[in-house]
């Protein structure tokens, strides 16, 4: 009885998780995306290209690094006091120490979640009605420079 060879037409690697990855970095490379970030469940994947070209560093003093303002509790989140409003912040928005940045709902309670920092908002990391839990990053800014 002979044994059968693989082809070399189909690999015996190209299996369905392999074949999405190719269509997440074709989707990346349309987009001129250097890194892909995907978590759902216990899935998570991250991709990232190599830089291309040479190391480019940024001094400190330029770029203060960012607070993350974490989720003080387990609720939902909404970007604006009631649906069709105006968001409490955005991203590029400058906020002053006490602002209110968004509400987290806990057991009916509106839970108004304000800034500990004055400065630019730089990052959301959520979107208005997910779920959010205790610790979970919700913003980062900027802090401004003292004068």
Do not use: W
């Not at 560093?57 to 970007?79: F, K, L, N, Q």
Request: hydrophobic residues 35%; contains cysteine.
């Amino acid at each position: 009885m002979k044994r059968k060879k693989p082809s070399k037409s189909s690999p015996s690697f190209a299996n369905p998780e392999i074949q999405q990855i190719e269509q997440l970095l074709q989707f990346m490379t349309e987009h001129n995306l250097e890194e892909f970030e995907y978590s759902r469940g216990d899935l998570r994947i991250r991709l990232r290209k190599p830089s291309s070209g040479g190391v480019v560093s940024v001094p400190r003093t330029m770029a203060p690094p960012e607070i993350i303002v974490p989720a003080p509790i387990v609720g939902t989140y909404y970007e604006s006091p009631s649906p069709g409003t105006e968001a409490f912040v955005k991203i590029g928005s400058y906020v002053e120490t006490g602002k209110i940045l968004c509400i987290v709902e806990a057991m009916k309670l509106m839970n108004e979640i304000e800034s500990d920092v004055s400065g630019e908002v730089i990052r959301i990391f959520v979107e208005n009605g997910q779920p959010v839990e205790y610790g979970q990053p919700l913003f980062g800014i900027r802090p401004s420079r003292k004068k």
